[in-house]
């Protein structure tokens, strides 16, 4: 373990001394649910792509978010240190120790048992600071007003549901409190799970970003609620998958409330209660589809080559023939 911190101190010497210092000036929330096994990073900024430089998080590991005159090492490198054993706390001061510019950076960690860690430095553009709780920390730099990260952490506190309302919830009371006193361009929203099941590729609960928008905000609430709908979309597959019809019924449902406009939504609903048998039901949804986008009609043809309906000429033409 000694040598592995030798060596990734080593690298992130060099990292430190070639990067170029970028002023993604922001404010950002790291948190740790483990009632529902959770752990994420939430990022506004009047920068493009904050997404792409200040969140970084990995399944069973931790957590990061590194802004101000950012270094995006501390990101790859936090995680390294944090996956080898060490906590934030010990991963956060090992990369500082290493950090020649260490008083513009603004960084905080969480590791996979909810240990929190946070810097500030202290020539950070004001207002700037930040505010450790159980399980989270919130920071901010370039504020209109110092008032914005503690609205964030009460904003965390106080909001009920899930980690992704409560980070939402978090970076909406910033913005309310005046937020970035430039403005606002990109948000972004990242969770894993706090255990790993060893896959990777499948370990991202949430990843939305909004790269450039006037009101990134209220766009990534959009897209929540289009994420929360298609999540129930991907439920029912798996129950479809395991031939749990009425389980995968009731979240296809449950994604129609959520998007009743959509009509990707509507039509694979459709599809599913064809295939199985329910076509009093899925005939009304596919007029629904075929009302508003007559393409789709195509779609249905294509179907039964794929196994995605029966093949069966008087189903097809019963779907395709609706009045």
């Not at 373990?1 to 080593?10: A, E, G, V, Y």
């Not at 904050?50 to 990101?75: K, N, R």
């Not at 860690?117 to 110092?146: L, R, W």
């Not at 195509?298 to 093949?311: F, I, K, M, N």
Request: aromatic share 6%; proline share 5%.
């Amino acid at each position: 373990m000694k040598n592995f911190l030798i060596i990734l101190i080593l690298t992130g010497n060099i990292l430190f001394a070639n990067n170029l210092i970028r002023p993604v000036n922001t404010y950002s929330i790291v948190a740790y649910d483990s009632a529902s096994g959770e752990m994420g990073v939430a990022v506004q900024s009047h920068w493009f792509q904050v997404g792409t430089s200040v969140s970084w998080a990995e399944a069973g590991v931790g957590v990061v978010a590194t802004q101000s005159f950012i270094e995006m090492s501390y990101g790859p490198l936090g995680l390294d240190l944090m996956r080898a054993g060490k906590t934030a706390p010990q991963a956060l001061e090992a990369l500082l120790q290493i950090d020649p510019q260490r008083d513009v950076r603004q960084v905080a960690m969480i590791d996979a048992q909810g240990n929190v860690a946070v810097h500030t430095g202290k020539k950070c553009i004001s207002e700037a600071g930040d505010f450790k709780g159980k399980g989270f920390s919130v920071q901010a730099n370039i504020m209109e007003k110092n008032t914005v990260w503690p609205a964030m952490a009460k904003a965390y506190q106080e909001t009920e549901g899930d980690l992704l309302s409560r980070l939402m919830a978090s970076l909406q009371a910033a913005q309310a409190e005046g937020g970035d006193i430039r403005g606002k361009q990109s948000v972004a929203i990242l969770i894993v799970p706090i255990k790993s099941k060893g896959q990777p590729w499948r370990e991202k609960i949430v990843d939305l970003r909004i790269d450039d928008h006037p009101q990134p905000l209220k766009e990534m609430a959009r897209l929540i609620q289009i994420h929360r709908a298609y999540t129930h979309m991907n439920k029912g597959d798996e129950y479809m998958a395991h031939d749990e019809i009425p389980a995968a019924l009731k979240e296809y449902s449950a994604a129609h409330k959520l998007q009743p406009d959509n009509v990707e939504i509507l039509f694979w609903t459709a599809a599913t209660l064809a295939g199985v048998g329910n076509i009093d039901d899925a005939l009304p949804l596919f007029k629904e589809v075929f009302n508003k986008e007559p393409i789709w009609k195509t779609v249905v043809r294509r179907l039964p080559a794929s196994g995605l309906l029966p093949d069966d000429e008087k189903l097809l033409h019963q779907i395709l023939n609706i009045k």
